[in-house]
């Protein structure tokens, strides 16, 4: 069961990165579509929330 939580943490981590790059790329390339910035922001921000979540599941789970 660590092992499941350990492999979905880190792709819900490079998720994360990998909206974070798709954000910062568009904010360099100066496009002006704010919909799909705030999109991207979205998603980041549930994919962080997700893998936090699952982090702190992950923690309690091996404490007990």
Do not use: P
């Amino acid at each position: 069961m660590k092992t499941f939580f350990t492999v979905v943490i880190g792709l819900l981590m490079l998720a994360t990165f990998g909206m974070l790059m798709a954000g910062m790329i568009g904010m360099a390339r100066g496009e002006e579509d704010r919909t799909r910035s705030n999109r991207l922001m979205r998603y980041r921000v549930l994919l962080q929330g997700a893998a936090v979540a699952l982090f702190v599941l992950m923690m309690a789970l091996m404490r007990g």
